[in-house]
């Protein structure tokens, strides 16, 4: 993984300084609320419902043992003793005091992380495949061109106050892991008939009120044109982006009101001027920063007789056979595996962890996983490079954990934001929906029954929890001061991405886990064979479903 270099740690520590004398001010009443409001941002604070939230960088969904030893401990010596995973790969923390503020992040920067651009109008921590690097199914390792990105956008001059906050995913394996179709830009690594490397690139896709499927507007750009390209895309959306109404000042409304044609010929415009300029990656800084991003020492290991021995152990255990069906993925490497650690038990909000589980986690990837730890967009942990021979023990080790769940993929394994409990924009309480969901299916067989199924819950139209593209999306509405909640079918956020369709009137919180019921029977009633529930919802459309849910 990538380390920082001196000018790294330098800018960073520069930030947490400069940081703590404006948040001394704020509090010495020497600034105002409107004046500290954007300093805040840039530093990742939010002010939420009930107290502050820092929201703290994972680049990529990456960081070592020793970065996850700090978040822990940070959660114990400023917060109420957890964290919580968002759908941005980052780590938030609810509850620090604002004058900690400063401190926590001197204690990140410690272990070169930060809270930079994870909030504000900016370019944001660019999000990834989880199982970059070691996926089975990866054509090309997306993390050193997510690392660039990082670089290259961090701090930019030009694009620190953009019309609105500005999203960008890149993936480069033939399943989309990442979500890239429903981001501001999205990067689709491929190659050319030569076997040249280069990207698909995709812009103006978007969740909250308006959801949009990103349109392509180049097929191939060549690996070296990255940056230049990505600029010349923001200088168009800086120039031309609404600033009079945050609702249509997203890249998405300037795409659909100018057209994907004429949006991409400006972009080709304005690249022009800068294609073949300073910023065009070279064959050295290309290799610079992938040498931080090479293979582990990984053992030698006979797969079969790996492979054996665990389908033994599978046999003679059905708890583990479970786990090791949905927790477990392909490895590019022979007689290893990736490894999800499920933050999604019954009775736990989806993507908390708390300090006691972080810093074992740490100590399961320094014995399991030489060290290294991601974090999903789903809210989950990965550790990416398991041993077969290792796996029952480290089953085991995370059992007494309470880290095992076996339902990743599954009904239960779902996205939700925090909600009405602590998001100040939320228009409903999302994780008591979520609770009652777990509960009433907290039933393993009927779970891996069911088969993949994603289920997404947001609190209100920003769509933190992505339930535009779940399989079955929940979203809270107010309705004149109470609560309900609008339920939609049918997303995907895979290469066939497409948008859920609303199922009708919304429901009360009451309601929602008997009509998610009604709707999965209508599934398994209809189920061909070993159809998916989206297969399913797009074999018979909408209809039958929403006879069901409103009989």
């Given amino acids: 993984m990538y380390v920082y270099d001196e000018y790294d740690q330098q800018l960073i520590n520069e930030r947490v300084d400069q940081y703590r004398n404006q948040t001394q001010r704020f ?5 105002s609320e409107a004046e500290f409001l954007p300093l805040r941002l840039q530093n990742g604070l939010y002010v939420q419902r009930l107290a502050p939230m820092l929201r703290v960088a994972v680049p990529y969904g990456l960081m ?5 030893r700090m978040l822990a401990k940070i959660s114990r010596d400023y917060d109420k003793g957890y964290a919580h995973i968002s759908t941005r790969q980052n780590v938030q923390f609810n509850w620090p005091d604002l004058a900690d ?11 070169q992380m930060h809270a930079v651009q994870t909030s504000g109008n900016c370019i944001r921590s660019t999000t990834s495949d989880h199982l970059a690097g070691v996926a089975a199914d990866e054509y090309i390792d997306p993390r050193p061109y997510c ?17 609105r906050k500005f999203k960008m995913a890149v993936c480069g394996s033939t399943n989309d892991r990442a979500a890239i179709r429903v981001h501001d830009i999205g990067v689709e690594m491929t190659t050319n008939e030569a076997g040249d490397i280069g990207y698909k690139i995709l812009v103006g896709g978007g969740l909250g009120r308006t959801p949009v499927i990103a349109s392509l507007i180049n097929e191939f750009l060549p690996e070296k044109h990255l940056i230049t390209y990505l600029e010349a895309i923001l200088r168009v959306y800086n120039q031309h982006g609404r600033r009079d109404n945050k609702y249509k000042a997203r890249i998405k409304i300037l795409v659909r009101a100018m057209g994907v044609d004429k949006f991409r010929d400006m972009v080709e415009a304005e690249w022009a001027f800068m294609k073949d300029g300073e910023s065009t990656l070279t ?22 007789d790996a492979t054996l021995a665990l389908n033994a152990q599978a046999s003679s255990d059905a708890n583990f ?15 290893y595996k990736a490894i999800t650690i499920s933050l999604k038990k ?36 990965i550790l990416a490079d398991v041993k077969k021979p290792d796996l029952y023990e480290l089953w085991q080790k995370l059992e007494a954990l309470d880290l095992a769940c076996a339902n990743i993929g599954t009904l239960t394994d779902m996205i939700c934001c925090p909600g009405g409990d602590f998001c100040a924009l939320a228009n ?23 088969g993949p199924l994603e289920l997404n819950i947001s609190g209100c139209m920003n769509a933190c929890g992505h339930h535009h593209i779940g399989h079955i999306g929940i979203l809270g509405v107010d309705k004149k001061g109470k609560e309900f909640f609008q339920i939609s079918l049918g997303g995907s956020q895979d290469k066939d991405a497409t948008i859920a369709k609303i199922l009708g009137p919304s429901f009360s919180a009451e309601d929602v886990p008997d009509i998610i019921e009604k709707l999965l029977n209508v599934y398994l009633s209809e189920r061909s064979g070993d159809e998916t529930f989206l297969e399913v919802y797009r074999r018979l459309g909408l209809d039958k479903f929403k006879e069901a849910a409103y009989a």
């Fill in 27 to 31: 509090l010495a009443g020497e600034l």
């Fill in 64 to 68: 070592n043992s020793e970065q996850m």
């Fill in 147 to 163: 690392e660039l990105i990082r670089q290259w956008s961090t701090f930019h001059p030009e694009f620190a106050y953009l019309p």
């Fill in 428 to 450: 409903a309480k999302s994780l008591p929906v979520a609770d009652a969901i777990q509960r009433k299916f907290d039933d393993i067989d009927y779970l891996h029954d069911l």
């Fill in 283 to 304: 064959d050295a800084e290309l290799n610079r920063v992938k040498a931080a991003f090479v293979d582990p020492a990984y053992a030698s290991i006979d797969d079969g």
């Fill in 321 to 335: 056979a479970k786990w090791l069906s949905h927790n477990t993925h392909a490895h590019k490497k022979s007689g």
């Fill in 346 to 381: 019954t009775g736990v909000a989806p993507g908390d962890i708390t300090d006691e589980q972080m810093d074992a986690v740490a100590d399961l990837a320094d014995a399991f996983a030489f060290g290294e730890i991601r974090t999903s967009h789903l809210q989950n942990l």
């Fill in 101 to 111: 503020t400063p401190d926590i992040l001197a204690d990140l920067a410690s272990v």
